[in-house]
């Protein structure tokens, strides 16, 4: 096996036994990157120096003979919408693309204290708008199962990284299914936990009231691991909240499943229908009882909804890119003509922003202004409320649910990214899960002509245990 082919629990237990070196794996994970991202394009910014000192420091600890945490000495990549000091941050748009950050995200401070060795940052959709990665400004990402194909998005380096073996593990972000899709494309485990579970301190905002940063793993016990680190209250996030990790052990039998009806009607593919729901039923044959659940708010309206409540969100937090505070400024070239403070603004977020980003900005500017407001921002959040409701309900039946995290494999490179309608619709089955608060992962269930498919589990509110104990079993049953 190779280096690259660990997971994190097999790296850690090689670097205590010495048997290779926190130096040698991050040589080879750099070597790996080397070779291939020329092809897949997962990597915006790759650090080996900071990696190999990083590194260096971890085996100095060895060879004293210290304990060692289970993330030290294990390379990583984040996605580039969290900050990781003194390393360009660009949240792959043209107006941060010279903008370096100036401290740690608080998820990357945990994970340095933990000894994680950081080797880059991976491209996405453009501020982590997209469904694809094909709105990155820089280039595209190609999935490593195709390279036609889309990784997903909008985490779509991330996802790519870690399934080609590029980096141990990866960061994400999800506001309405970035870290899910691209690992349900890439054949990876994405979790995105509950709404304040982990902080959003250092993470680029897209749409406060919906973004959550998560792992995304090759297995599903690593994303537990790095859950477990990332998680809990943080002084410097009001929403995040001081996280109990369960000591149950969550078992199948019994486990009482919900199947929402409406997640298997128009628009899905038959074949990642039949293998979900083969999926499903092997969870009924380790004695799961399977109920199928209605949530009418949430598969109708969810899309909608979002679709008024994240660009009214964008468009209040993109604000402060008005090129003066940060990055792109037209300010800064003599050749144009900026007559005025107010021409900085309109030329700098005109040139900066890349076309989606800035349709979202408009979109949501409308929906928040003035005799506009209570038809769609306001009437979004009450439908918000009864999409909860929605869960809530269904809740109170079954302790967990199980849907397909997209309702087709990896799409073409190309397929989509014109018809922005199109786009928003790959996003059907995540968006209730973030406009609800709750945890959901997606993990690898099966595939389609060498594609991979994944299982959405959906769970209570800070009930990440249970959905990664159950997915676990899956998991540990199958071989794919
Ligand atoms: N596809 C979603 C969108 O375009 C992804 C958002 C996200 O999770 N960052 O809004």
């Known amino acids: 096996m190779e280096l690259t082919e660990l997971t994190i629990t097999q790296a850690h237990e090689g670097l205590k036994k010495k048997r290779f070196s926190a130096l040698d794996l991050t040589e080879a994970f750099l070597d790996k990157t080397n070779n291939i991202d020329k092809k897949i394009f997962s990597f915006l910014v790759v650090t ?6 990083q590194a260096k420091k971890i085996d100095d600890l060895i060879l004293q003979g210290k304990k060692i945490p289970v993330l030290a000495g294990i390379p990583m990549a984040v996605k580039d919408n969290i900050l990781v000091e ?5 949240a792959a748009s043209r107006i941060l693309e010279t903008y370096i950050a100036p401290y740690d995200a608080t998820c990357i401070k945990k994970l340095k204290a933990q000894g994680a060795v950081i080797l880059g940052k991976t491209n996405m959709d453009e501020f982590a708008m997209g469904s694809s990665t094909e709105h990155s400004a820089f280039f595209s990402t190609k999935n490593p199962h195709d390279q036609s194909r889309v990784p997903g998005g909008s985490s779509g380096g991330s996802a790519a990284a870690a399934a080609a073996n590029m980096c141990c593990y990866a960061l994400g972000s999800d506001t309405c299914g970035s870290i899910r899709q691209p ?10 936990p509950t709404y304040g579970a982990v902080s959003r301190y250092g993470l680029i905002a897209m749409a406060s009231s919906l973004d959550q940063i998560g792992p995304i793993t090759k297995t599903v016990a690593e994303a537990k691991i790095v859950f477990d680190v990332i998680s809990g209250k ?15 052990k969550y078992q199948v039998s019994n486990l009482r499943i ?13 074949e990642v229908e039949k293998i ?11 004695g799961a009882n399977i109920e199928e659940v209605s949530l009418p708010y949430s598969t109708e309206h969810a899309l909608a909804t979002y679709y008024i409540i994240m660009p009214s969100e964008v468009s209040a937090n993109l604000a402060r890119y008005d090129g003066i505070k940060y990055g792109y400024s037209k300010v800064e070239s003599r050749k144009s003509k900026v007559e005025s403070l107010l021409d900085v603004y309109l030329k700098s977020r005109a040139e900066g922003f890349g076309e989606e980003v800035r349709r979202r900005i408009m979109l949501g500017t409308y929906a928040l202004s003035a005799g506009y407001y209570e038809a769609y921002y306001l009437k979004a959040q009450k439908i918000r409320t009864l999409i909860r409701e929605d869960f809530e309900r269904v809740f109170k039946k079954v302790d967990v649910l199980m849907t397909p995290t997209s309702p087709t494999p990896a799409f073409k490179l190309g397929e989509k990214v014109l018809s922005p309608l199109l786009m928003y619709l790959s996003d059907i089955y995540m968006a ?8 959901a992962i997606s993990i690898p269930c099966g595939k389609v002509e060498n594609l991979p498919i ?15 104990d159950i997915a676990d079993i899956f998991e540990k049953s199958n071989n794919f």
Do not use: H, M, W
């Open 48 to 53: 080996p120096e900071s990696a190999l000192s």
């Open 86 to 90: 003194d390393i360009r941050c660009t």
């Open 183 to 192: 690992a349900s494309f890439c054949g990876v485990v994405g979790l995105k």
């Open 234 to 248: 943080d002084p410097l996030d009001s929403t995040s909240i001081k996280y109990q990790v369960s000591s149950i």
């Open 258 to 270: 919900g199947v929402p009806k409406e997640y298997f009607a128009k628009g899905i593919d038959p």
């Open 276 to 286: 979900v729901k083969s999926a499903i039923k092997k969870y009924e044959a380790l």
């Open 432 to 439: 209730a899960v973030n406009l609800a608060g709750l945890p």
């Open 454 to 468: 994944g299982l959405q589990i959906i769970g209570k509110p800070f009930e990440e245990d249970r959905i990664l």
